[in-house]
């Protein structure tokens, strides 16, 4: 079974340029996030879709970043313009369903550094 | 807000040993408790949960004990080995609609050979 898929793997930009990462879900997963882990921490959830819908984007930074699931399947996430703070791991993740924590795959990440 | 804590940053311990790391938690509403498995370079891979009506549940080689009155959570490594160095994570989910986790800070464990 092929895992969640996610590109580019690593992006360099300046402070004020924009950046898009791209993620594809496990096959037939409903269920799918965004995480942002910086460098020491845990991964902290930006958004959270179920099929084309958003569950919760409360601590995403709508001012900068943006995210879209148009057709139930790929997921995008958008940072316009970047900040330094920016730089860290974005993680795609994806369930089944909205249950269980062992059904949810983590992607290996897109990294990104901000200078 | 109530968050996920972990009380150490690195634990280093030789291979064989037992490995324990310890994790606090605040959110008395929490149902649900995971530890994840980070390698350098990769995304968390899940290892072991428990729901908050147990206070104990074992795998291969790892045990979770939960403790709700004290709210403290453990994740136990027998006979450790180098591929279990890697950065471990508790994480939560609250009896809450969306159900996404919450992640703490994280424990580096370095296996020493």
């Known amino acids: 079974e092929a895992g969640v898929a996610q590109s580019p793997r690593y992006k360099i930009i300046e402070k004020r340029q924009s950046v898009a990462f791209w993620c594809n879900p496990i096959?037939?997963?409903?269920?799918l996030y965004w995480y942002q882990q910086i460098l020491g921490q845990g991964p902290k959830l930006l958004i959270q879709f179920q099929n084309n819908g958003v569950v919760d984007d409360s601590q995403l930074p709508k001012d900068r970043f943006s995210a879209e699931r148009l057709k139930g399947v790929d997921s995008t996430l958008k940072i316009q313009p970047a900040k330094l703070e920016d730089s860290a791991v974005y993680l795609c993740?994806?369930?089944?369903?909205?249950?269980?924590?062992?059904?949810?795959?983590f992607g290996e990440g897109s990294w990104l550094t901000v200078v | 807000g109530e968050s996920v804590g972990l009380h150490l940053p690195t634990l280093s311990v030789q291979e064989g040993d037992n490995s324990i790391i310890n994790c606090a938690y605040s959110n008395s509403a929490s149902d649900y408790f995971i530890w994840y498995k980070q390698e350098s370079g990769k995304g968390p891979q899940f290892i072991i949960d428990i729901r908050s009506n147990m206070d104990k549940r074992q795998g291969q080689r790892v045990t979770v004990l939960l403790n709700k009155t004290v709210k403290h959570l453990s994740l136990q490594i027998a006979a450790t080995q180098p591929g279990d160095s890697a950065v471990y994570f508790c994480?939560?989910?609250?009896?809450?609609?969306?159900?996404?986790?919450?992640f703490g800070s994280g424990t580096r464990l370095q296996v020493q050979p």
């Open positions: 994480a939560e989910i609250m009896d809450t609609g969306r159900r996404a986790l919450t």
């Open positions: 993740a994806s369930s089944l369903n909205t249950g269980a924590a062992n059904t949810i795959y």
């Open positions: 096959s037939g997963h409903a269920t």
